[in-house]
């Protein structure tokens, strides 16, 4: 049975921090900050996660998934809650918890000083990215299972995440490691840098592929049957929402987690991606995806960190993922590589040698010119030695910027 609870270890984590923010003070931020730097240290503490053993009841599993759109809607309420000021209380919400606690939640919450609310927005993100981001995603993989695809979509519209449902399903796997996709990140550049290039492309992707599928179906693109508006009117209502908890703060409050939430996803698709090439018209393999199977990451992104599989076949649920041992692994764990990221010059370090091993035991010789083009374009010396720079006999020049 603790191979099924442990997937929702993440849920309550979330409901914890969610009820503790209503404390005030340090406990807007305490508990949730902690988990970044706990989940690397865990990762190195615990062995590695190759179990591949079969789950007899994934209804156990799907429910732990389903919780993610009624706690995104707790989380976004209790930060628009937060934003309140003097004896505003969003629908009794402080009077309702002060029944439970004793405390006073509305004075807790108007004697906070700001920076306290500064650094709120951190566990705001994580959480939101981990209800919203994580098991969204999962559950648009699903498009077979129309509630599942559902709840998937309007978690992450809450977060104004109405591109990414549909560019990562219909386009992030089937553009994987060329210059169409939003998600791989050139070789050379850092995380700050790729992060508009992926917000242009995931819009630009999502809005195409809807109006193709709507061509298709013989449907007007500005018409309830884009998908696209209607996730736009969930997002809308909610920046309302906002609104009516706590004016014009609210909706700022709303907007910044937004957006931090979409640079915290796209710092996950960065690390899961970084500097991996493929021909276009080459089959996505699991090669082309930095894999991961350390066991606490694995436990709280829903097995995310088996990406390898996740690409390979996109369509399996998270629990039936296989390890992949064999395939390119991110440096020093998810989490560990997932913080090295934020550091420019950290992530240099630790992903240029994994990137000449990828060259050297993974990427096929086809792939060799995109690698040559690659590292030229990159300003990264150390990654002329790779061995499709030396099958050449020489450094290549080349010129433009491939983008990935």
């Known amino acids: 049975m603790s191979r099924y609870l442990r997937y929702y270890i993440g849920p309550v984590l979330t409901v914890v921090g969610i009820v503790s923010a209503a404390f005030g003070g ?5 508990v949730s900050a902690l988990a970044f730097p706990l989940i690397a240290l865990l990762d190195q503490v615990f062995p590695f996660d190759l179990d591949e053993r079969p789950y007899r009841h994934p209804w156990i599993l799907d429910l732990a998934l389903y919780l993610s759109l009624p706690l995104a809607m707790y989380l976004f309420f209790n930060l628009f809650w937060l934003a309140g000021s003097g004896s505003t209380d969003a629908l ?27 650094i709120m927005f951190i566990p ?42 549909i560019e990562h399903v219909y386009g992030h796997h089937a553009y994987v490691g060329t210059m169409k996709d939003p998600a791989t990140a050139a070789r050379g550049d850092s995380t700050y840098q790729h992060l508009p290039k992926a917000m242009k492309r995931t819009v630009l992707n999502a809005w195409e592929i809807e109006k193709n599928r709507l061509a298709k179906l013989g449907k007007p693109f500005l018409s309830w049957h884009n998908v696209l508006l209607r996730m736009g009117a969930v997002s809308l209502a909610t920046t309302a929402f906002a609104y009516y908890c706590a004016g014009w703060l ?3 409050f709303h907007l910044i ?47 995310l960190t088996r990406h390898s599989h996740h690409h390979a076949d996109a369509q399996v649920h998270f629990q039936d993922l296989r390890a992949h041992a064999e395939q390119p692994m991110m440096p020093r764990g998810f989490m560990t590589a997932y913080l090295a ?28 010119a995109l690698i040559r083009q690659a590292n030229a374009n990159s300003g990264w010396p150390e990654l002329q030695a790779s061995v499709a720079n ?15």
């Open 26 to 30: 340090m406990w807007l931020w305490l």
């Open 390 to 404: 030396a099958s050449t006999g020489q450094t290549a020049q080349a010129s433009g910027h491939l983008g990935y």
């Open 341 to 368: 990221a934020l550091i420019p010059p950290l992530w240099r370090k630790l992903i240029a040698p994994k990137l000449l091993e990828w060259d050297r035991t993974q990427a096929d010789r086809s792939e060799y």
């Open 250 to 252: 609210g909706v700022l």
């Open 124 to 165: 705001m993100t994580i959480g939101a990215t981990a209800v919203a981001g994580l098991a969204g995603h999962e559950l648009t993989h699903r498009t077979s299972r129309p509630l599942d695809l559902w709840l998937g979509r309007t978690a992450m519209a809450l977060n104004w995440g109405i591109a990414f449902p």
């Open 92 to 118: 009794g919400y402080g009077a309702w918890l002060s029944t439970f606690t004793g405390v006073d939640h509305v004075a807790a919450r108007n004697d906070t000083a700001w920076y306290h609310y500064a």
């Open 257 to 303: 987690v937004c957006v931090s939430t979409k640079f915290a996803l796209e710092n996950l698709n960065y690390i899961e991606h970084y500097g991996l090439v493929r021909v276009p018209t080459a089959p996505v393999q699991p090669r082309h995806s930095w894999n991961c199977n350390h066991l606490v990451s694995g436990v709280l992104t829903y097995n």
